[in-house]
């Protein structure tokens, strides 16, 4: 739900999205909340109580845009969507909430603009999503960004089917994904580990764990549950990290 559906086109015809698209994987629809406006000049938005600068949404226009999803999707026999307004002061956007989106037959994903909407109209949703500790111009990008990581989950969206697999694993259980390398073997002085191109499988998932594990203690320790890591992890750990010090970039 958006002022400015065509800020979808480019992205949405791009790649992967593109691809489940057309394979029928997925479908979205637009619905601009200025089509629920009464007055002549389809205002959505009014100066804020109390003062203050910039606009707010009004509540109206917003209500009928979402009483119309909801009862296509009643006419149509399809569950009610989850829905979610998109705004900075949401709860952060991580893989779980991801997964657990992905599970839902229908996702209403709600693009704020100006200040933010009136907020006796947030009750009408479900959740409050923020994609950063950041603040957008609109919600569009954080819905492009959303359907995005929400495609990947889609069985057959990927190429590859392990792709999503491999990386939602890493993220979902709270490290990252370990660093890839092609060829050449050597580039600008920089070999490619060995352990990559023995060949040795139970090598290279090792060192591969090793990797994802060193490399979110030294960027995102907040991420690392201690708790889930094994045994072997640790003893992963030690043998790469301060006993191997091939271990690359
Ligand atoms: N709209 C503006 N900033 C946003 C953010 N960080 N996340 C989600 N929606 C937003």
Redesign the pocket.
């Known amino acids: 739900m958006t002022l400015f559906p065509g800020y979808f086109e480019t992205p949405f015809a791009t790649s992967i999205i593109a691809r489940a698209k057309k394979g029928g994987l997925v479908e979205f629809d637009f619905v601009d909340p200025r089509d629920f406006t009464a007055d002549r000049h389809r205002t959505v938005d009014d100066y804020p109580y109390g003062g203050g600068c910039g606009m707010v949404m009004k509540p109206g226009p917003v209500k009928s845009a979402l009483d119309f999803v909801k009862q296509r999707c009643a006419a149509a026999g399809a569950e009610p969507p989850l829905t979610v307004y ?3 002061q ?1 709860e952060l956007l991580k893989q779980k909430t991801v997964v657990e989106f992905s599970e839902r037959e229908h996702i209403l994903l709600f693009c ?1 603009h100006y200040e933010d909407i009136d907020c006796r109209a947030r009750s009408l949703f479900d959740r409050e ?4 500790d ?3 111009s ?2 569009e990008p ?1 819905a492009a960004l959303i359907a995005d990581a929400l495609v990947r989950k889609i069985p057959g969206a990927l190429g590859n089917p392990e792709s999503s697999t491999e990386d939602s694993f890493s993220k979902e259980e709270g490290l990252f994904d370990c660093p890839h390398y092609t060829r050449p073997p050597e580039w600008e002085g920089k070999r490619v580990p060995d352990v990559l191109l023995n060949g040795d499988h139970k090598k290279i998932t090792e060192y591969r764990r090793a990797r994802a594990l060193i490399n979110t203690m030294r960027v995102r320790p907040d991420l690392l549950k201690i708790e889930r890591l094994s045994e072997e992890d640790f003893k992963i750990v030690k043998r790469y990290f301060l006993d191997y010090h091939d271990i690359g970039d």
Do not use: D, E, F, M
């Open positions: 998109l705004t900075p949401g704020g999503i923020s994609v950063g950041y603040v957008l609109g919600g954080a």
